[in-house]
């Protein structure tokens, strides 16, 4: 993990399946933290994702990130 991040554990994308918000969350992934995401439909990067342990909620709600230390939205 990255020291100055030690106190978030669990990231949140909002548009996960894009192509910049899922390479950075296969990033955050590959450095143990715990990634969960958003976007409007699934696709074959929300599915990797998931596969690499990732949570993925298909459409946008305020509970999503209920559980989130970090929120990342482009």
Known sequence: MIKKMRRIHCVHFVGIGGSGMSG???VMLSLGYAVQGSD???NKQTKRLEEQGATVFIGHASDNIRDADAVVVS
């Open 24 to 26: 950075i969350a296969e």
């Open 40 to 42: 409007l439909k699934a």
